[in-house]
């Protein structure tokens, strides 16, 4: 997937668009300043969680899938075919 002129992918946008949205909605309930803190803190949040994540499923997967029986793939090859 290519990423736009600004660095952002499609999700990053509606991530930052869903926050911004939040922020709105919780100004009438607290001072701006707070609900900007909130958003922001909210936004790295998730950031870090979804890069947590997909880092521990690389992690898992480590050369892929085999196409024939759906084994992880290790050094090249499959555990369950190639027993070798």
Same mark, same amino acid.
């Not at 950031?47 to 090249?76: D, H, S």
């Given at each position: 997937?290519?990423?736009?002129?600004?660095?952002?992918?499609?999700?990053?946008?509606?991530?930052?668009?869903?926050?911004?949205?939040?922020?709105?909605?919780?100004?009438?309930?607290?001072?701006?300043?707070?609900?900007?803190?909130?958003?922001? =803190?909210?936004?790295?949040?998730? %950031?870090?969680?979804?890069?947590? %994540?997909? %880092?521990?499923?690389?992690?898992?997967?480590?050369?892929?899938?085999? =196409?024939?029986?759906?084994?992880?793939?290790? $050094? $090249?090859?499959?555990? $369950?075919?190639?027993?070798?």
């Amino acid at each position: 997937m290519q990423p736009s002129r600004l660095g952002f992918e499609k999700r990053e946008i509606i991530l930052v668009l869903g926050i911004l949205l939040l922020m709105i909605g919780m100004i009438s309930f607290m001072a701006p300043l707070y609900a900007a803190a909130i958003a922001i =803190a909210l936004y790295f949040g998730i %950031r870090v969680f979804v890069g947590r %994540r997909k %880092r521990q499923i690389q992690n898992e997967m480590g050369g892929g899938v085999c =196409a024939t029986c759906g084994g992880k793939i290790v $050094n $090249n090859k499959c555990s $369950n075919c190639n027993l070798t």
